[in-house]
């Protein structure tokens, strides 16, 4: 008998649709304002992000005539200050653009990079020869990248977009001065940074008010952001790596300001001022799979996430997942995602620096090899890499050296936006983990990332390159996956979440939800979660933990644990944002009805109920 995921279980998630409306109300066009909800219907213009300031800031420029990139950029502003912990100008991100008058997808790499003077060997202690811990490498001036959102935002406003970025500025330049309202889920991701927070005195006087975390519902200022927005708005991009603010972050990288009663090692950075006005974000190419009719355009190298996506949509091209139970579909998706990880692991980087065989791990011959591997019991992780280079047989192939997946920790930011012409925009930005390296520049209000940790800082793979090893000016490999998905050449779907390498399976999972099982928009992004990447157990949200699907997936070899959470922080995988294009025009803009607190939907024109 078929079973679908407990529709009593979905409609007590969709239920917290009318507990955001809680939330503090934003001002909008003609008095009217605007009240945090996680599903808009209407017509327009739409985004959705994760927070309710974030998305009124883009949808103000929506109904004044800006495009989706100038929304996106003005939103993803305002994340900087709302969600300061997961986005800003401290970090990068990817950009996926569709283009509709031209017909075309584009993506913009705003990706952080190493410093020149960041070598193989940069996160090996000298005194051990071993690693440096992760926590010394987390928190400190070592692990900071260049940032890239600034330029991401320049990039993407001079090639596609029509409003100057100062004006866009205005809305984040708003917040920050007058300040937002705290909820819960930032009182929780302060209180978990807390300790950290306190070693560095201008991140614990701007986070820390009276030395404590602060209270839910009160109001948080940031004037230094404010200011520091202002400078950008007056002088443009450029003025963030040239000049006052790059001589900041260079010294403040450097030479990590540390309260000295702090007992954390904070270790020195390598970033100079010359690095910052070398950095550049780059136009790449996007990754593009055909799945079930539908075309699927993500983000390619050094993002993984577009790769990882595509192969595994191949490899369960092969099933037929609305045919079966649902029990069936999730045990080919979490299998398709083992595999695909292998190769993840040990085929891509930075494009740049190592050769990304990036055209064999999206072929379907590829995929069908692996998906011979896929038998009636989940494989044991971790399960070796497929050699991606044709010929393709149509045996299986024995693959290489197996290693399991390393840590990502889940933390990120994701918006999508969509504008009256049809221009549309998946945009996933980042400070690493939450609260990112925890060292704010001081004076200018914005924490610096930890992305350099993303780095391998020791081989993976015996006897064979490592494509993730660190070197000067490189790229470290990324999990964010932005992506958009077309019907007979029209936009379906837009869709990226927040969460490490589980915003991969997050991704797959919504795309397996909402375009084989034909679950709504919403319903997609509120289902329970489970990730598998190519290591055992795989992790899964209490509420999948709970269903009689995950009995059943445990019968059949599958292993499972709860997804990672740090006190006082919930269980929960992902907290994803998109937009579903319907007929006529009619967009339906979704973000989590509670992960992360709720998100916020907005369009331009409410259809009425």
């Known amino acids: 008998m078929k079973r679908r995921p407990s529709r009593a279980l979905l409609a007590a998630l969709l239920a917290a649709l009318f507990l955001a409306a809680t939330a503090p109300a934003a001002p909008a066009k003609g008095g009217r304002e605007l009240t945090k909800q996680p599903v808009a219907t209407g017509t327009g213009g739409a985004i959705a992000t994760v927070d309710l300031d974030a998305s009124a800031a883009g949808l103000e420029v929506l109904r004044h005539g800006g495009n989706a990139v100038d929304a996106a950029v003005a939103a993803a502003a305002t994340l900087g200050v709302t969600e300061a912990y997961s986005a800003g100008i401290g970090g990068g991100g990817f950009m996926v653009v569709y283009l509709a008058g031209k017909r075309r997808v584009v993506t ?29 490498r987390v928190t400190s001036g070592l692990g900071v990248g260049v940032p890239g959102t600034v330029a991401t935002w320049q990039r993407a406003l001079r090639q596609y977009g029509t409003r100057p970025l100062g004006k866009l500025l205005r809305p984040a330049i708003r917040v920050a001065e007058r300040g937002f309202v705290v909820d819960q889920t930032f009182a929780d991701q302060t209180a978990s940074n807390a300790a950290r927070f306190a070693a560095f005195p201008a991140t614990a006087e701007l986070f820390l008010p009276g030395g404590a975390p602060p209270a839910v519902g009160s109001v948080l200022r940031n004037p230094d952001l404010a200011d520091t927005y202002r400078r950008l708005a007056r002088s443009g991009g450029a003025a963030f790596y040239r000049g006052r ?58 993002s993984s996430g577009g790769s990882t996506v595509g192969e595994a949509l191949n490899i369960l091209e092969g099933y037929d997942l609305a045919g079966g139970s649902y029990t069936e579909a999730l045990f080919r998706y979490l299998e398709a995602t083992r595999l695909a990880f292998a190769d993840r692991n040990r085929w891509v980087g930075d494009p740049d620096y190592v050769d990304v065989p990036l055209r064999g791990l999206l072929s379907q011959g590829f995929a069908d090899e692996r998906r011979c591997l896929i038998g009636e019991r989940a494989n044991v992780s971790p399960v070796p890499p497929g050699d991606p280079f044709p010929p393709f047989g149509p045996g299986c192939p024995a693959g290489g050296v197996a290693v399991a997946s390393p840590a990502e920790r889940p933390a990120t930011t994701h918006l999508s936006v969509a504008d009256r012409w049809g221009n549309v925009v998946s945009y996933t930005l980042t400070i690493e983990q939450t609260g990112g390296s925890g060292i704010v520049v001081p004076g200018h209000g914005f924490l610096l990332n930890n992305e350099l940790t993303d780095f391998n800082p020791v081989p993976l793979f015996e006897g064979v390159p490592d494509p993730n090893l660190p070197a000067p000016g490189k790229r470290p490999r990324s999990s964010m996956s932005p992506t958009i998905v077309f019907r007979d050449g029209r936009p379906v779907l ?27 928009l919403p319903e997609a992004i509120a289902a329970p979660r489970v990730s598998q990447r190519n290591s055992d157990p795989g992790d899964a949200e209490p509420a999948f933990l709970a269903s009689p699907e995950a009995a059943e997936l445990q019968a059949l070899g599958e292993l499972f644990r709860p997804a990672p959470a740090t006190a006082p922080l919930p ?39």
């Open 108 to 136: 913009i790499d705003g990706r952080e990079t190493a410093p020149a003077a960041f070598a193989e060997d940069s996160f090996i202690d000298p005194a051990t020869g071993e690693p440096i811990p992760f926590a010394e």
């Open 245 to 302: 603010i790059a001589e900041a972050i260079a010294d403040t990288v450097q030479d990590p300001p540390v309260d000295p009663a702090s007992t954390l090692n904070v270790r020195p950075g390598l970033m100079t001022e010359a690095d910052l006005a070398a950095y550049r974000a780059l136009d790449r190419a996007p990754t593009r799979v055909g799945y079930r009719g539908y075309r699927v355009y993500g983000m390619g190298p050094p």
């Open 494 to 520: 837009a869709i990226g979440s927040p969460g490490g390498a589980t915003i991969i399976t997050t991704v797959l999972q919504i795309l397996v939800e909402h375009l084989d099982l034909r679950r709504s």
């Open 571 to 609: 269980s929960e995988i992902g907290a994803a944002a998109g937009i579903a294009f319907g007929r006529h025009g009619l967009l339906q803009a979704a973000a989590e009805p509670v992960r992360r607190g709720g998100g916020s939907a907005l369009v331009v024109h409410p259809r009425r109920p």
